[in-house]
Every structure is written in C-alpha cells, then in structure tokens.
C-alpha cells in the first residue's frame, strides 16, 4: 500500500464514477504534508474528467459532500459546502485541504476502521443548474463632476408649476433638477420644492447628495442633504418643504439676486445595479458577438 501510495503522488485515486453525464474521480491524501499545508490532516477532492468537458464544453455547477464512514456508530462524518462549487476547463478540482486529522485513522479506538483496517471515503454529487440572470448591485463614490449650478433667472415671474434643468453628466450618469417655484404638495404656497432626477428609469437606486440654494451675496449657502431611496411621487430624490418663501424672500439672506435664484447639487454617491445573463458572460468568455 505504501509503495501505491509513493508511485502515485501520495494519494488514493478512485475509478471513474459518473453523476450527471459527467464522470468524476476521488482523490485521497492520506499522508502528512501532501499536499503541501495539510499539516496533519487527510486531503480530501473530486475532480471531473477533462474529456467530459470537452464533450460538452460549458460549466458545471455541483454541490459537493464528502463523507467518512465510522463504524462505531454506524454513521457518516459528512463536511458539505454551502455553495456550489464551478467546474470548468480550467478548474477541474476541488476539495478540502484538511478534511479529518490523520491520527483518525491510525488508531481503531477512533471509531473509523471497520473489517481490520478497512477505512471508507465517499463523495456525494449533486448536479445544479446554474443562475441564468442575476444582479450585481453596487455604491458609486469618488464621483467625476460631481456638482452641477442652475441659475433659474425672473424667478417672480415663472407661471407653470415645475420647471426642469437640462441634463447634465456626473459619475457616467445623466441627471437633471427639478423645482417647484410655487412648492408642490404639502408646501404648495408656502416653499419650495427641489429634486434631483435620473434618467436612468430602470436603475432608481439609493442616493446620497446635497441640495443647494446659493448665498449670492455672503456664500451662507441652505443646504440639505438626502440620502434616501427615490420618493414615490417624483421617481427623484428632494424634499417638497426645502426653503420657505419667507426665507428667499428675506434679502438679507441672498439668496434671490436681481430676480435670479441659484441652485447648486453636489452628488456624493448613488448606487447602481448591473444585470448579467449566463449566456451572455459565455459570449464574453468565448469571444462569441452572435
């Protein structure tokens, strides 16, 4: 037994065994310091054979359990992932590097030998289909041209109820603001409503930035900051009580100049949410445009 041991790289190979039309093979390293790291345990992997792959050339997604039969107690000593593991042309193999300490089964008072010295592995398959679509979802920050200025000149005079700024790009997304000059819901007649808005329709995701009315004479800028999900009514992110009329009216404040209001956002961060398809990271992998 040592002598297989040594001819074959200190490890118990397994025939061809077949699990979901692909065949497979165990590989037991019962020996110390093989592989190397293993310290004093047994290595324990599964490797799929590679001219299954090349029969049908695509990854394949197994959960795996790896077993240790103890014949004192008629019962297996299992270590299963809690993921399904990737196997593909280029990672044929997986295990654990250190599945059982070695000394288990050196001594029968272990429990392990069964029939002298008999000692049972075994490996449990389980074929999955992969995701076909998921979702990458992420938080943008160090934002490129993060602020952007309006200038909303006759202000006193503006007559329809909202008004929008032209869009303008920061951190590779297209924005524009939105104001109310008259206030809208609640603070109709009382304040001014101000939003940020997003062109991207499918993306409307957690935003954190900072609204502005600019200070045109002292730079005492309002400020509010948001850092919300987008409001229900406006798909944007504001507030429709953001500076009273009283306030902009008050020109010792500044903020309303030769009848010309200054509004300022600087976006810190918003997220963003990626969508993949399996067939579509296959055509990147394969260099395939179809």
């Known amino acids: 037994m040592a002598k297989q041991l040594k001819e074959n790289g200190g ?37 799929v054979d590679n001219s299954s792959l090349i029969t049908n050339p695509k990854d394949v997604y197994a959960e795996i ?5 103890k014949s004192s107690t008629d019962k297996y000593q299992i270590s299963q992932e809690t993921e399904a593991q990737r196997f593909h042309l280029f990672k044929q193999q997986w295990g654990l590097l250190q599945f059982l300490p070695i000394y288990y089964f050196e001594n029968p008072a272990y429990g392990y030998f069964f029939e002298g010295e008999s000692v049972v592995f075994g490996v449990d398959i389980n074929i999955v289909k992969p995701f076909e679509n998921w979702e990458v979802f992420s938080n943008e920050q160090n934002i490129r041209d993060p602020i952007f200025e309006w200038r909303l000149t006759k202000f006193s005079t503006r007559f329809l109820d909202s008004y929008t700024s032209d869009s303008f790009s920061s951190g590779g997304r297209n924005w524009a603001l939105k104001v109310y000059p008259n206030g ?89 949410t990626d969508y993949y398809s399996h067939q579509s990271s296959l055509n990147v992998l394969t260099g395939d445009s179809t």
């Open 65 to 69: 359990t790896f077993l240790a039969y």
């Open 184 to 272: 809208v819901g609640n603070a109709t007649g009382n304040s001014l409503s101000l939003y940020l808005l997003s062109d991207q329709s499918n993306d409307k995701g957690y935003v954190e930035a900072k609204l502005r009315v600019i200070d045109q004479i002292q730079s005492n800028n309002f400020e509010k900051k948001v850092a919300a999900w987008p409001n229900a009514t406006e798909n944007g992110w504001g507030f429709d009580r953001f500076l009273s009329f009283a306030d902009i009216k008050n020109t010792s404040k500044g903020f309303l100049v030769n009848d010309t209001l200054k509004l300022e956002v600087q976006i810190l961060s918003f997220s963003k």
């Open 11 to 47: 490890k118990y190979e397994s025939r061809p065994f077949s699990v979901g039309g692909y065949n497979w093979t165990l590989l037991i390293y019962p020996v110390i310091y093989i592989p190397t790291d293993s310290g004093g345990y047994v290595s324990i992997y599964v490797r």
